[in-house]
């Protein structure tokens, strides 16, 4: 084990990044407890010691017209970045997904002569596989989660490394159902249905008035249902607000170990696309996935994307095994009809189930080592080279 002290700059630009970049900052201090953190993040990555230069809230922005009235606040963001960098000097950057902040801060440190990686791959397999021609020349190395990117990146003449998906370390798939119902007083005969909205400000207003009546007209079909919204401790406050009026009141959950009861006691989820499905996977909760964004967005991105399936089970499984039900077919009574169908139909539900375990064991890393130890091991050679 290394014992010299290193200087290693993150960022990470939403709550799926936050948590993988506290796996990473945890593994990277299992081989050398002596390294210094600093950049940006959110409070997972806070709680592992990562000295905070802005919170990475001001970041997670989605939607290519949503962008648009941050965008001068994103630019003075990468200043300050980009300055922050050049003033301290860190053996390594690692930029963790966000793309459209991460790629533009790598490009601008290029001069620095200071070794960068980017982890998790740029879903340009998805769309936009011109963008590629634009990648040599912005990092040193390439991380992936997933199995298939390493051989798209090489067909492109970019070298990657597969280290694994991080959702395989997290304890999902051991909550405790029976404790989740009683913690909340929920009956035993009483389905539990998961939404999901996601936790950025642009998502939210979206999808939550559709959840709402999605969970009005499930209820005036299944009166026992039990809703439940897990969300991140950022955006709990926003989602309580935005429940306030709901006729039919979800229980609010945002703290990790109560999120993982959920999913165990849960017998179905409606969730946006995303890590979540793959947390859902792992928990063998059969799920629908839908998502909306606004209209020219979706115009545009349609025109775009290259992939027959926006949810990456169904992309792993090459075929459809969970529904997608997006913009237009993002709508209440659809949506309550799927979930009827996973509460109602043992078959459906089962089938999802069956397919999870085959899709799941295509995540883990090279000899099964955890993901997290095999990306801090890349970034740790980097440095030494």
């Not at 039919?248 to 995303?274: M, Q, R, W």
């Given at each position: ?19 993988l ?7 990277l201090?299992?081989f050398n ?29 989605m ?16 200043t ?25 801060l790598?490009?601008?440190i290029?001069?620095?002569?200071i070794?960068r ?23 040193e190395?390439?991380?992936?989660l ?15 490394t ?10 999902v ?21 998961l939404?999901?909205p ?33 969300t991140?401790p ?25 999120k ?34 606004n ?5 545009i ?12 089970l ?11 039900l ?5 709508h ?20 999802q ?5 085959e ?22 050679e980097m440095?030494k080279?």
């Amino acid at each position: 084990m290394s014992t010299s002290t290193y200087t290693i700059w993150l960022l990470a630009g939403e709550t799926s990044g936050d948590e993988l970049g506290a796996k990473l900052i945890k593994a990277l201090r299992h081989f050398n407890p002596n390294l210094k953190f600093c950049g940006v993040g959110g409070p997972k990555m806070q709680e592992q010691g990562l000295e905070l230069l802005f919170p990475m809230q001001d970041l997670a922005v989605m939607g290519l017209v949503e962008v648009l009235p941050k965008i001068r606040m994103l630019s003075n963001r990468l200043t300050q970045a980009v300055e922050h960098i050049q003033t301290i000097r860190p053996d390594v950057v690692v930029t963790i997904d966000s793309p459209g902040f991460s790629l533009r801060l790598l490009k601008r440190i290029a001069d620095l002569s200071i070794p960068r990686i980017h982890y998790v791959a740029p879903q340009v397999w998805a769309w936009h596989e011109s963008r590629v021609k634009k990648f040599p020349g912005l990092w040193e190395k390439l991380l992936c989660l997933l199995p298939f990117e390493k051989e798209f990146f090489s067909k492109h003449g970019l070298q990657s490394t597969f280290v694994g998906h991080p959702i395989l370390e997290t304890e999902v798939h051991h909550g405790n159902a029976e404790q989740f119902r009683k913690d909340h007083e929920i009956s035993d005969e009483a389905p539990i249905v998961l939404f999901m909205p996601g936790s950025r400000r642009s998502e939210l207003p979206k999808l939550m008035p559709v959840f709402k009546q999605t969970l009005s007209l499930l209820k005036r079909q299944l009166p026992e249902v039990t809703a439940v919204i897990p969300t991140s401790p950022l955006a709990k406050e926003r989602v309580l607000q935005m429940v306030n009026d709901w006729p039919v009141k979800p229980i609010i959950i945002h703290d990790p170990h109560d999120k993982y009861n959920a999913y165990a006691a849960a017998s179905a989820a409606l969730t946006k696309s995303g890590t979540t499905t793959l947390e859902l996977a792992l928990a063998k909760v059969p799920m629908a996935v839908t998502y909306r964004v606004n209209p020219v967005t979706a115009i545009i991105a349609r025109r775009m994307i290259k992939v027959p399936y926006v949810c990456m089970l169904n992309l792993l499984a090459n075929k459809e095994i969970v529904p997608e039900l997006l913009q237009e077919d993002c709508h209440p009574e659809k949506l309550s009809a799927m979930l009827m169908g996973l509460l109602t139909d043992p078959e459906k539900a089962k089938a999802q189930q069956d397919a999870f375990t085959e899709i799941m064991h295509q995540l883990s890393g090279p000899n099964d080592e955890l993901p997290s130890h095999v990306a801090a091991k890349e970034i740790l050679e980097m440095i030494k080279e």
